[in-house]
């Protein structure tokens, strides 16, 4: 961030603490400033230079709301947020289900009038506002994990991961489990930044269609929709499908050359049907229950392996995906078996990164990312190589004192080479046993126990060195989740036996 776009957070964050001292969240916080930076954005949008047509209807419009005071000041926001949810686009998803949280007039006068009047928000670039933005959704999943943090990918991540796929001005990118959308803008970032110069068709088609996004929880897809427009996006239809359940209906004809996506790391799944209805804070009433598809490989409650299944479908045949999965989608038999089998077979499946904790807002979570194209049908299996990065033995990250950074992937993207990845050459042998890089034959893979792709050769030194172990409450959240992955291996024994 520069300087400017940290003063702005950081007035906006220190608003957030007044408003949290009278009953507010984080969350909710973010939520406020969407809908008072929306129509600020259009109000500034149809004066010069700009002179756009007006998205919002006038009676709602921000000269509508800013000239009221008092009690007429919190009805009129109350009304407008009200009215513009029922309409469509990117407009519609913005204000649907919005709620106005800020009921004290006092509060919501200073928070127009410090905050969202004192800048002319359509003069800044659109990676400024968009950094603002971010930064406030990466303040919220700090301060609450449980709302913002379940859906935030750390950025440099999703860096290093698109930087390895290279997305190009001709793709088009999907997220099923779009969160916030760090994935679309990253994709959309890389472009702008390595193809400067689109030609007026490609320009249109980037504006447009070259991002599409689920988000099942409608408050999360409002903040990805907000996201995508402060970073120029501005398309309708949206290109964020709001409360859909992605796994539920079969892809069909909808695929894409491009997946990135860090679906929710919840186990078990949890059914939306096409008519699901919202509770009262928004959230999709589920119903638990196996997803039935027939372009899946196999039935299970499993959403990882679902989820797997899925982007799988969504790939059109030359597409290349990165899809971040838990450690049990590599081992897990069973269903997990036979969906792996099929992946090797039928897409080449050349790169696993192998994450270290410490990276989530849910502590403890062990978790990979699983590079793969999509091939043509053929008898022979395409995978002919796995390549895998170990980034976790030995390594310890935390979200606040040690964070992971862009540079602490340079060795890996490095490796992966993204330029010709049929040049690849091994950092771990005989000479180099601490490498963290090496190769695994289609063979070898197939002669592991359940086809297991939970690779790993380092030796790990925290088993000998207590210096070496991770901060206490890592180490606690790592065994929670070791022990969980227990029981469920028990649970699905106990129910064969059963049988």
């Known amino acids: 961030m520069n300087n400017d776009t940290q003063r702005i957070v950081a007035r906006a964050w220190n608003f957030a603490h007044v408003l949290r001292d009278v009953g507010l969240s984080y969350m909710a916080y973010t939520e ?15 004066k010069p230079p700009h002179n756009l047509p007006p998205k919002v209807p006038k009676e709602y419009d921000w000269t509508a709301l800013v000239s009221k005071e008092g009690e007429e000041l919190e009805t009129q926001y109350r009304h407008t947020l009200e009215e513009l949810g029922k309409r469509s686009g990117m407009l519609g998803q913005v204000f649907q289900k919005a709620r106005a949280d800020i009921q004290n007039p006092a509060l919501l006068r200073r928070l127009i009038d410090t905050l969202i009047s004192s800048e002319t928000w359509s003069n800044l670039e659109a990676d400024v506002k968009g950094d603002i933005y971010e930064g406030l959704l990466s303040k919220s999943a700090e301060e609450s994990p449980k709302g913002a943090g379940q859906y935030f990918t750390p950025r440099p991540l999703i860096q290093g991961i698109v930087d390895c796929v290279r997305p190009t001005p001709d793709d088009t990118v999907s997220d099923p489990a779009c969160g916030t959308g760090g994935f679309l803008l990253a994709a959309r970032e890389y472009v702008l930044k390595h193809f400067p110069k689109l030609d007026p068709d490609q320009r249109k088609k980037f504006r447009t269609k070259f991002v ?3 988000e099942i929880v409608p408050n999360t897809a409002r903040l990805c929709v907000m996201n995508l427009y402060l970073h120029g996006v501005d398309t309708d239809p949206s290109p964020v499908n709001s409360g859909i359940d992605s796994l539920v209906k079969e892809v069909g004809g909808n695929t894409f050359s491009v997946v990135l996506t860090n679906p929710p790391f919840g186990k078990k799944s949890s059914i939306a049907s096409s008519n699901a209805k919202l509770d009262d804070d928004g959230e999709v ?23 797997l299944q899925h982007v799988m479908s969504l790939l059109k045949v030359g597409g290349r995906c990165a899809i971040v999965v838990p450690d049990n989608v590599l081992f897990e038999g069973g269903a ?40 043509p049908p053929r008898e022979e299996p395409w995978t002919s190589k796995l390549w895998v990065y170990d980034l976790r ?4 990250f935390t979200l606040k004192t040690n964070p992971l950074k862009r540079a602490d992937l340079d060795d890996f993207v490095a490796c992966y080479h993204p330029a010709n ?5 091994p950092t771990f042998g005989e ?37 070496d172990l991770p901060p206490p409450a890592v180490l606690a959240a790592e065994i929670a989740v070791d022990l969980a992955s227990a029981v469920d291996r028990f649970q699905s024994i106990a129910g064969k036996l059963a049988k």
């Open 285 to 307: 009433e589920k119903d638990d229950s196996t997803y039935s598809r027939q372009d899946f490989i196999a039935d299970t409650k499993n959403k990882q392996l679902n989820f």
């Open 431 to 467: 000479g180099t046993p601490e490498g963290r890089w090496r190769a695994f034959d289609y063979a070898e893979l197939v002669k592991r126990d359940k086809l297991n792709l939970d690779l790993f050769w380092l030796k790990d030194k925290s088993l000998e060195e207590s210096d």
């Open 32 to 46: 406020q400033i969407t809908f008072l930076l929306f129509l600020k954005m259009a109000d500034e949008l149809t």
């Open 336 to 375: 997990g078996e036979k969906i792996r089998k099929s992946l090797l077979k039928n897409f080449d499946v050349h790169t696993l990164l192998r994450l270290p904790t410490g990276l989530f807002y849910a502590q403890g979570v062990k978790a990979n990312v699983l590079f793969f194209d999509r091939k």
């Open 212 to 214: 599409t996004g689920w």
């Open 421 to 425: 990845r049929h040049e690849r050459k």
């Open 393 to 396: 033995t030995n390594l310890h």
